[in-house]
């Protein structure tokens, strides 16, 4: 069964922290992504990639950095943690312009 | 005008019921367009998929597009408790992959 694998469920970080979430898939996809999703707002991609090394800007980059090293692997940076980053993230990967596959997420706390 | 409408819910029915599941959406890019279900505390699961307009079945499942309307449809015949999740909708143009764009979803809850 292919998988889309997030290293944390749960974190919890203070305000200013460098914040990394990790991503990982085994289906050999080129593209992956970084949403989050808050109630009433939905699913609001950040960052996509296409290829290693290659990344995109989603709807709400801002405060927000990514690293594509590998193809299997895909990381978002917070790079000083706010209080408004505080959410759930959830990394996807697909092979074609449907069926992405998601991690189960991480819920993310800034204190 | 926000790019995808779903009502939030929740939507309650008694269980066996057919279940409709709506979104309109303003892009008359739009050209794939998918279901996704979630459960609490998970992320989403691709139900369905469909390329332009018309019907697809997968069971008790089934998705309906009308680009004329911008208007996107999962039914879902004899429900069961199993089936309460959050539904969410989800479009792109195609030829790249630039992402999805997401309805809000809408919480479905199945009574036994």
């Known amino acids: 069964d292919v998988k889309v694998t997030q290293s944390s469920r749960y974190l919890v970080k203070r305000t200013g922290e460098k914040v990394f979430l990790e991503c990982v898939q085994d289906?050999?996809?080129?593209?992956m992504f970084w949403y989050r999703q808050d109630p009433g707002l939905g699913l609001r991609l950040i960052y996509f990639?296409?290829?290693?090394?290659?990344?995109e800007k989603g709807d709400i980059p801002e405060g927000y950095s990514v690293s594509r090293e590998k193809k299997e692997r895909f990381s978002l940076i917070l790079e000083s943690a706010s209080t408004n980053q505080t959410s759930m993230y959830l990394c996807a990967s697909s092979l074609y312009n449907y069926g992405y596959t998601f991690g189960s997420g991480t819920r993310l706390t800034v204190v | 005008q926000k790019e995808v409408e779903q009502d939030p819910g929740p939507l309650s029915v008694p269980e066996g019921a057919i279940v409709s599941l709506n979104c309109t959406y303003s892009?008359?890019?739009?050209?794939?367009f998918m279901w996704y279900r979630q459960y609490s505390r998970k992320g989403p699961e691709l139900l369905m998929y469909?390329?332009?307009?018309g019907n697809k079945e997968d069971g008790r499942f089934t998705a309906q597009v009308d680009k004329s309307s911008k208007y996107i449809s999962l039914f879902i015949r004899d429900s069961q408790p199993s089936d309460s999740a959050t539904y969410l909708c989800a479009m792109n143009p195609g030829g790249g992959a630039d992402g999805l764009t997401f309805g809000k979803g809408t919480h479905l809850i199945i009574q036994p």
């Open positions: 892009n008359s890019a739009f050209q794939y």
């Open positions: 990639s296409y290829d290693v090394k290659m990344k």
């Open positions: 289906m050999d996809h080129e593209n």
């Open positions: 469909t390329y332009s307009s």
